[in-house]
């Protein structure tokens, strides 16, 4: 594919994941947000949410053999085809049943929009591989951009969400969600540009278990890497925020959520703006992969000590004074921009250590890991802040990243 088409192609994709993860950004607050104020559990929230992960960890195992069998362009339609069709599914929850009837339901959508999710993220991180010019650390500028940038706007989807909860409510936002979602599928599809790989008959399933030792320990170190930001990050904070900013009225629970959305999507986008600069901070360009490997474990080790000072401060402290809620923003936002170093360095090696004809294959295998990471998170989010509340989430969350550490050490040795 020559460069401008391959450009052209690479634009179209990343609109396209754009699009997808502004929506799941916003779907997630609206229905965190909206669910705690009926009066769930921590645990309840945490379950809307699980098969959602299992779904993930299940579409990226089959989704780089569909990919390699029918092509890129054909999951990344599915995956946002099908967003549209869990939006408005949500749009049919009816405020009148029970909280079991609610929480099968809501978990059923859910799942179907992590298949969804995962199907478009997919498609488009195997697509920068293909489409990426080879030289000058292209790839990692091309990948760093495009996983910063999808970040970012996912960010912009937290505070979206929480903005519209408080305006219009869950089903009316639900509803327009659906509308714009479909719209750009539509004209996504009628300006793709042609050069995608299409597919091959002879793809076997097999074949999505790597045989590569190290994108088997980067999968490992990225399994935990998830699983420590998604145990304070998807029921922990929105939660004790929560807490903390409201005080009982429709005004003052109006004010939490766009106080939370906007913590969400200012952490968001920070930890997408330093992934998009990770190429220059690193200075891949200079390096060579085998030096960009060993920096792995390095990135993780320093990851480390953030949430284990920010556990060891919380449970300390007598109540959640304002000097504290200050300093826990502070240091969660010094988590994502480290946080967001590793996550970078991992998305360029698995690119790196890969080849064409297996992209899809251990692209869908290394993101089946990332999801069952966040599988691992959201189950002990919610289970650690019910018993011990922050600090159990921060505290488990340093635990995890030393696994990650261990695995990321593993890298490049024989």
Same mark, same amino acid.
């Given at each position: ?158 505070? =979206?969400? #929480? %903005?519209?909860?408080? $305006?219009?409510?869950? +089903? @009316?936002?639900?509803?327009?969600? &659906?509308?714009? !979602?479909? /719209? ?118 320093? =990851?480390? #000590? %953030?949430?284990?000072? $920010?556990?060891?401060? +919380? @449970?300390?402290?007598?109540?959640? &004074?304002?000097? !504290?809620? /200050? ?88």
């Amino acid at each position: 594919m020559s460069q401008p088409q391959g450009l052209a192609a690479y634009v179209a994709v990343t609109a396209a994941y754009w699009a997808f993860m502004l929506t799941d950004g916003a779907l997630r607050m609206l229905v965190l947000l909206h669910f705690h104020t009926l009066g769930f559990s921590p645990v309840q929230l945490a379950y809307l949410f699980v098969l959602y992960e299992i779904a993930g960890v299940v579409t990226n195992l089959s989704a780089g053999w569909i990919a390699a069998r029918f092509g890129l362009t054909s999951t990344l339609y599915a995956g946002l085809g099908l967003q549209v069709v869990a939006l408005l599914a949500l749009t049919q929850l009816d405020p009148g049943w029970s909280i079991p009837a609610s929480v099968a339901f809501v978990m059923a959508v859910q799942g179907a929009s992590g298949v969804a999710k995962d199907l478009a993220k997919m498609s488009s991180k195997s697509a920068v591989k293909l489409l990426a010019p080879k030289e000058g650390g292209g790839l990692f500028r091309w990948v760093a951009l495009l996983t910063g940038s999808k970040n970012a706007v996912k960010g912009l989807g937290f505070f =979206l969400g #929480a %903005v519209l909860l408080g $305006l219009f409510g869950f +089903t @009316a936002s639900v509803a327009g969600m &659906a509308a714009l !979602l479909a /719209a750009i599928l539509l004209l996504i599809a009628l300006k793709m540009p042609k050069g995608l790989p299409t597919g091959r008959k002879d793809a076997k399933f097999k074949e999505v278990f790597s045989k590569n030792r190290d994108i088997n320990w980067l999968s490992f170190a990225r399994l935990f890497l998830f699983g420590a930001r998604d145990v304070w990050f998807v029921v922990g904070i929105p939660i004790y925020f929560y807490a903390v900013l409201s005080d009982g009225t429709t005004a003052g629970n109006r004010m939490a959520f766009f106080l939370i959305g906007g913590f969400m999507a200012l952490w968001i986008i920070l930890y997408g703006a330093v992934q998009a600069s990770a190429p220059k901070l690193l200075r891949a360009a200079d390096r060579p992969t085998g030096q960009l490997v060993r920096a792995a474990s390095r990135w993780a080790m320093a =990851l480390v #000590a %953030v949430p284990a000072l $920010l556990a060891v401060l +919380t @449970a300390l402290a007598d109540a959640p &004074a304002p000097w !504290l809620t /200050a300093t826990v923003v502070a240091g969660l936002l010094l988590f994502g921009a480290i946080f967001a170093v590793n996550s970078a360095l991992h998305s360029y090696l698995i690119l790196a250590l890969t080849n064409d004809d297996r992209v899809t294959m251990d692209v869908g295998f290394y993101y089946m890991s990332n999801a069952a990471g966040r599988l691992l998170g959201t189950v002990l989010s919610g289970a650690s802040y019910q018993i011990g509340g922050l600090p159990m989430c921060l505290a488990t969350a340093a635990g995890l990243l030393v696994i990650s550490t261990f695995g990321a050490a593993r890298l490049g040795q024989r």
